[in-house]
């Protein structure tokens, strides 16, 4: 089987407020990255997808995972609820995204979450962890921006090294 030829990697972390969007040029390893409401986003891909055809669209499917439980001991059963709700609205915009995609005729992957083995909350990457391998990151960064951002990376197959910290040391870029 033949792979196709990528130059754009389009990775998004779905989220029903605004989902996280980094968009991965695969020769000059430039990113940029984003948060959108699904309208937008809709609107993205179906330009990117004219503007660069050899464009790959990636989404991070949750739903993929046989489990979603995201509560800790102590939790009340309203926050678990709540918890479960929101991890249900980000999951069916994700597939909507995925649905919109196939219907503009849009190829798109879909990709299981990540393992989380980084330092922040949650074991999810911080933004001075990414900082280290993806050159020029933009100075702020919030969890779906970076989950993308490392999404498209990763999915690239570029190096992802990070130095550990050392105690009373920030992490270096």
């Given at each position: 089987?033949?792979?196709?030829k990528?130059?754009?990697i ?5 989220d029903?407020?605004?989902?996280g969007?980094a ?6 390893k ?8 699904f309208?937008v ?8 997808q004219?503007?660069?055809?050899d ?5 991070e499917?949750g739903?993929?995972?046989e489990?979603h439980?995201h ?5 009340s059963?309203r ?12 999951h069916?915009?994700g597939r909507?995204?995925?649905e ?10 879909l990709v299981?979450?990540?393992k ?6 949650d ?7 990414i900082?280290?391998?993806?050159p ?8 779906e921006?970076r989950?993308?951002a490392l999404?498209?990376w990763?999915h690239?197959?570029?190096?992802i ?5 050392q105690k009373g040391?920030?992490?270096s870029k």
């Open positions: 089987m033949t792979m196709k990528v130059d754009v389009l990775a998004i972390d779905p029903c407020e605004k989902s969007v968009i991965l040029n695969l020769r000059t430039k990113m940029d990255m984003y948060n959108m409401p309208p986003l809709i609107d993205l891909i179906t330009d990117l004219l503007l660069v055809p464009t790959l669209v990636i989404i499917a739903w993929l995972n489990a439980w509560i800790r001991q102590g939790d059963r926050l678990s609820a709540s918890k479960g709700n929101a991890v249900g609205r980000n069916e915009t909507k995204i995925v919109m995609c196939h219907h503009f005729g849009v190829h798109v992957e299981r979450p990540l989380k083995v980084w330092s922040g909350a074991r999810k990457i911080t933004h001075e962890e900082a280290q391998f993806i020029g990151i933009v100075a702020r960064t919030n969890q921006i989950d993308a999404l498209a990763h690239a197959g570029f190096p090294v990070v130095k550990p910290k040391t920030q992490c």
